[in-house]
């Protein structure tokens, strides 16, 4: 079975703290992906990364950044953290094929105070 | 821009009975379309999928169905059980893409009372 392990299920951080959430996958999958889950808003795409070192924004960038220096690991920062980070933050990976499916972590809620 | 729509933001169905939950997407160049189910607190699970080049996927209690002229999918669940109660995410790629990359609606909270 494929698995995506988030380092954390819980988080509470302060506004202006540096967060680092991470991600492994243990698949080989050569796509991951940070989605942030919102009441009524659905996952929306952060970042994405097709290949070690290489990344893509997704719809909302803004305030984030990702890392990527081995394949089964995605990290995503947030270089600032504030209130309207407050989330449920989701990893994914893929496999370099289409039409298949995303398998996901299981979450990481983020609190900034 | 929402290329992929869910209007319903819930749903209330009794037990045994049958559970639509509809989507709508925007984007021609979809071609591969999923389920996602999510309880509270854990990542999505995937539930089923179709291809464009279907129009009926059917897995257990689970049936989706596409309309691909009116770019509409629709995944229906017989018989409902408590413990489909969640939020159910529709979600498209695009074609030939191998980014991985998966469009997802806003969901659709699903409650199946006894």
């Known amino acids: 079975d494929v698995k995506v392990t988030q380092s954390s299920r819980y988080l509470v951080k302060r506004t202006g703290e540096k967060v680092f959430l991470e991600c492994v996958q243990d698949?080989?999958?050569?796509?991951m992906f940070w989605y942030r889950q919102d009441p009524g808003l659905g996952l929306r795409l952060i970042y994405f990364s097709y290949d070690v070192k290489m990344k893509e924004k997704g719809d909302i960038p803004e305030g984030y950044s990702v890392s990527r220096e081995k394949k089964e690991r995605f990290s995503l920062i947030l270089e600032s953290a504030s209130t309207n980070q407050t989330s449920m933050y989701l990893c994914?990976?893929?496999?370099?094929?289409?039409?298949?499916?995303?398998?996901f972590g299981q979450g990481t809620r983020l609190t900034v105070v | 821009d929402q290329q992929v729509k869910q209007n319903s933001p819930s749903l209330s169905v009794q037990e045994g009975r049958i559970s639509i939950l509809n989507c709508d997407y925007t984007?021609?160049?979809?071609?591969?379309f999923l389920w996602y189910k999510k309880y509270p607190a854990e990542g999505p699970t995937f539930l089923i999928s179709i291809s464009s080049i279907k129009d009926k996927n059917e897995d257990g209690r689970f049936t989706v169905f596409l309309n691909k002229s009116a770019k509409h999918l629709s995944l229906h669940i017989v018989p409902s059980q408590p413990g489909d109660s969640a939020v159910y995410f529709c979600a498209a790629s695009a074609r030939g893409s191998t980014l991985g990359r998966l469009y997802f609606g806003r969901g659709t909270q699903l409650t199946v009372w006894p």
């Open positions: 984007n021609s160049m979809f071609d591969y």
């Open positions: 994914a990976s893929t496999p370099v094929s289409p039409n298949t499916e995303a398998f």
């Open positions: 698949m080989d999958h050569e796509n």
